[in-house]
């Protein structure tokens, strides 16, 4: 009898060359705007680092807990540990492409992990 995976989850992200995982906005606004894909004249960043602690108008949280804000920048050995913790295993990685369009050393790089079901009753 075969068992299927339960959970299929793939994360597609920005790796940098650093050595630990960092909170991207507590880097400061120079540091940030190398390690994202816009700079600070973008509409959409646009006074991002004035308004960090203020409450976006969509979400309800505050600009840097905003999803439409890059936030983190984490580590592959971070990540890979991290999933490992919530009992996935990496079942696929692939370094996609360099990023161009980064200042900072940059990869995007795709990443597969599975977990198999939890078994609560015992096979007979």
């Known amino acids: 009898m075969m068992i299927r995976p339960t959970i299929l989850h793939s994360i597609t ?3 940098g ?3 630990e995982a960092a909170d991207a906005m507590d880097m400061g606004k120079e540091e940030y705007f190398k390690c994202v894909p ?3 004249e973008d509409e959409a ?3 991002l680092f004035e308004k960090l602690d203020e409450i976006h108008p ?3 949280r505050t600009y840097r807990d905003c999803p439409c804000f890059w936030q983190w920048g984490i580590t592959d050995d971070d990540l890979i540990g991290k999933m490992k913790s919530l009992g996935f295993r990496m079942h ?3 370094t996609m492409f ?3 369009d980064i200042q900072a050393d ?3 790089r795709g990443f597969v992990f599975l977990r198999e079901p939890i078994r609560i009753f015992p096979y007979r």
């Open 92 to 94: 696929y990685f692939k």
């Open 45 to 47: 960043v646009r006074g």
């Open 106 to 108: 940059a990869e995007s």
């Open 17 to 19: 060359a650093e050595e």
């Open 13 to 15: 992200g920005i790796m």
């Open 58 to 60: 969509q979400f309800q």
């Open 98 to 100: 360099q990023r161009s």
């Open 38 to 40: 816009y700079t600070e």
